[in-house]
T-cell receptor
Framework: GAVVSQHPSWVICKSGTSVKIECRSL??????MFWYRQFPKQSLMLMAT?????????EQGVEKDKFLINHASLTLSTLTVTSAHPEDSSFYIC??????????FGSGTRLTVV | GENVEQHPSTLSVQEGDSAVIKCTYS??????FPWYKQELGKRPQLIID?????GEKKDQRIAVTLNKTAKHFSLHITETQPEDSAVYFC???????????FGTGTQLKVEL
């Protein structure tokens, strides 16, 4: 089946620093990548949608200058949380489409900002 | 945009009983309805899905029903087991690789 590798699985950073999260599709070309954020005991909330080679489309209320998304190739998409603050602490997860399997999720990244 | 509501938020059943989780959606253009099981700190795991050209789909102890007219779909788990305990999410999409909108989730607890 389709596999999306997401790294890192967890990260702790200091307030004000930036963190980059990578999602790689290992055995298929991810035409579209979705980035979700999930706070404890809550649902997955879509942050943005990215297509290879074009600018990401952000959901209402998501700061595009804070959450930088790059989908430079059909196998790699990155999310950079800039100037992270404690309220950005969350579980971030990507999901790729481009195969018969529909939506393939990465394993998620637990971000803790201290 | 699409809005997906899910009920109940928590559900406790005795082992062997059935569990039913219900979702409603707002966008009549939605045509793909997956259900996910998520364990703490893990990625959502697809357990079953249904497309709008079908009214019901079953896979062993799990079944999903879809009522397009009423815009609601349900997950049915029979003969529940302790390992079924997890958070379950419904979702909806207009297909074609478009975004998934998730329901609010149901914490299912199967008690011995």
């Amino acid at each position: 089946g389709a596999v999306v590798s997401q790294h890192p699985s967890w990260v702790i950073c200091k307030s004000g620093t930036s963190v980059k999260i990578e999602c790689r599709s290992l055995d298929f070309q991810a035409t579209t990548m979705f980035w979700y954020r999930q706070f404890p005991k809550q649902s997955l909330m879509l942050m943005a949608t990215s297509n290879e080679g074009s600018k990401a489309t952000y959901e209402q209320g998501v700061e595009k200058d804070k959450f930088l998304i790059n989908h430079a190739s059909l196998t790699l998409s990155t999310l950079t949380v800039t100037s992270a603050h404690p309220e950005d602490s969350s579980f971030y997860i990507c999901s790729a489409t481009g195969t018969e399997y529909g939506y393939t999720f990465g394993s998620g990244t637990r971000l803790t900002v201290v | 945009g699409e809005n997906v509501e899910q009920h109940p938020s928590t559900l406790s059943v005795q082992e062997g009983d059935s569990a039913v989780i219900k979702c409603t959606y707002s966008d009549s253009a939605s045509n793909y309805f997956p259900w996910y099981k998520q364990e703490l700190g893990k990625r959502p795991q697809l357990i079953i899905d249904i497309r709008s050209n079908v009214g019901e789909k079953k896979d062993q102890r799990i079944a999903v029903t879809l009522n397009k007219t009423a815009k609601h779909f349900s997950l049915h788990i029979t003969e529940t087991q302790p390992e079924d305990s997890a958070v379950y999410f419904c979702a909806a999409s207009t297909g074609g690789g478009n975004k998934l909108t998730f329901g609010t989730g149901t914490q299912l607890k199967v008690e011995l």
